[in-house]
């Protein structure tokens, strides 16, 4: 730093001072206005020195170069981890709340090399295997079912009661769920991400999956879960457990803020507001300015290194902004230019996101749907009043209250979310009980 340029002043609630000299990447104040905290974060170079949660200690990388770098750089940088030394020494905790999105799994996001390469191969020849028209047929369904419970209210909370729910039932459709797992499987991921009773919540997910694997292995059907079984890298059961798992977790959690930002940009931004914008055009500009993940992809230095004016430690935690990179000014001049889709908002590399074009077709069926249905929707309260979710890695709003003009049901009445009707068990389907309430469940039989 030039020796006139004035020391940066840390943005309100930012005691670097207190934490070892690192910027903290949580609690409301950092989710509140993470582009200050990135702003402030530039001024120590391409990265910096963060803790993500009480204890936990990494190197965040803010530049888009240097992150382009580490992430294309699979021989220096490695993903396995068990690497992680500060975790290997003991130095942290057992109970906090990144562990669940850190620990190792056998599954390919935490593989290197051949490894990584017969895993992910696993998990991209079966997705790619999705028909795109089922893919629609099974969204505007979800989406149709899910608003109709709030229709004839004339107010709903975007978040909770679709953005949230949607891509849990697309997921359980897509891989499929029988209604007594797919019912522990919401359960299970939405405890999980939420923070709520995490541990039981991830051995309820687990415990549903595994039993998934089981089911698939005597009775495979024409899904993703079956095809990841079939396929010639031939999986485990461990490992099935795992990429299931991962795919139902890692690909709802992203999903459910991408929708909910989305939705967030067309109701508050005038642009779309009242010029009507594009889906599309939305975003795509979601994804540059409030990435559903906004800081991830850990990798580990496989030996000690010098990356980014930074001596960094084999084993030590390094993680990618996505945002920061997104907002910083080597990225400005290619967007204004009219490059809308090189951000970093899917990763980059040889661990990008698999799923970036589902993801998208969701995504925008989600929002066309809503919009058709309920044409004058807007947000309910002041912008400045929402709050954004605490926590390192996501960039997702609490809730988006949202009022419009109350409209009839698709089925001409409006269906109680607690008394689902009894319907027959399909033949490959491992028999119900008699009465069962839970969200997978209640929207099999208002499909039947």
Known sequence: MDAHTPAPVPPPGCPAHGSGGRVPLYGPEFAADPQAYYAFMRHYGPTAPVEIAPGVEATLVTDYQAALQLLQDSGTFRKDARRWQAFREGKVPTDSPVLPLLAYRPNCMFADGAEHLRLRQAVTDSLA?????????????????????????????????????LPLFVFNELFGCPADIGDRVLFGISGMFDGVNAEKATE??????????????SKPGDDVSSWLMQHRSALTDEELTHHLALLLGAGAEPLRNLIGNTLHRLLTDDRYAKEGGLIDEALDDTLWDNPPMANYAPHYPATDVEFGGRLLEAGELVLVSFAAANSGPALAASRQAGSNRAHLAWSAGPHACPSKEPARHITVTAVEKLLNRLP???????????????????????????RFTPVR??????????????????????????????????FLNWLR
């Open 376 to 402: 004058d929707i807007e947000l309910a309260i002041p912008e400045d009043s929402l709050t954004w979710r605490s926590g390192p890695f996501h960039r997702a709003l609490v809730a988006l209250p949202a």
């Open 129 to 165: 295997r999705v028909d795109v028209r089922r893919l629609s047929r099974s969204t505007e369904q979800i989406a149709t079912y899910l608003i109709d419970q709030f229709a004839a209210r004339g107010s709903v909370d975007l978040l909770g009661d679709y953005a949230k729910q």
């Open 204 to 217: 309820v997910l687990f415990q549903a999956v595994g039993e998934l694997v089981a089911l698939k292995r």
């Open 409 to 442: 049901s698709s089925t001409g009445t409006v269906p109680s979310p607690t008394a689902a009707p009894a319907a027959p068990a399909r033949p490959e389907q491992t028999p119900r009980k008699p009465e069962r309430t839970g969200l997978w469940s209640q």
